[in-house]
């Protein structure tokens, strides 16, 4: 599904990923863990294609292409999906509309006939029936006056409607509380399914208990230094990243 090899990545010249490899298999469900600082919101950045990012060395293949030479519509055409790509709020949009204007661009550059307003309307309603969202939520703008928690379930919103092949989730807001927690988890173990990778990207070991991962990892200056079952997660919980010869920036 992805296959990272050996990247490299600077910031305003200053080198922040320094050869991370990851391959994420359809099906499986990876956690990225790490101290801050570690580079882990870059890598889901360059991964996004967000301006300011040069990739110095190193590949990353996406379904059999090279995802470092498209475009961010590109990326999000061929299957990929990043929470935080889309807008935080939108006045004077409902979430409905840009949700349809989203699918349908995606849709477009597959070849395939947008959905119409009727077609569109039964489709969010079924999903935000699945996640006991209300149908005011849907017809709000887009986040706004949305609660932290109203925003979670949005995002989750957003990936059962675009139905992605690899959901990249990076949860940085550490005011995330166990309701929030939940949401996320609750959204992620909805869209597990075999032809579906994820990768969760959390300084939360709690998180994980709610989202059992196949594989979880630890970035550690720039660098993924260890790998592991879900059992690695707890086993950070306790004994931290000194481990690692890192110290958790201020
Ligand atoms: P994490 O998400 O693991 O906490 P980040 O990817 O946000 O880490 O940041 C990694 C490092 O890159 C940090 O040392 C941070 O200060 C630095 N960094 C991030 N963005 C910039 C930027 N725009 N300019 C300079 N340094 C940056
Ligand atoms: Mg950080
Ligand atoms: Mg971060």
Redesign the pocket.
Known sequence: MIEIKNLHAT??G?A?LKGVDLTINAGEVHAIM??????????S?VLAGRE?YEITEGSVTFGGQDLLSMEIEERAAAGLFLAFQYPVEIPGVSNTTFLKEALNAIRKTRGEAPLDAMQFLKLIRAKAKDLSMTDDMIKRAVNVGFSGGEKKRNEALQMAVLQPKLAIL?E?DSGLDIDALKIVAEGVNKLRGPERGMLV?THYQRLLDYIVPDVVHV?ANGRIVKSGGKDLALELEANGYAQFGVTE?A
């Open positions: 910031v305003d200053k922040i790490g101290p801050n600082g570690a580079g882990k919101s870059t890598l950045y300011g990076d940085t990207i970035l920036a």
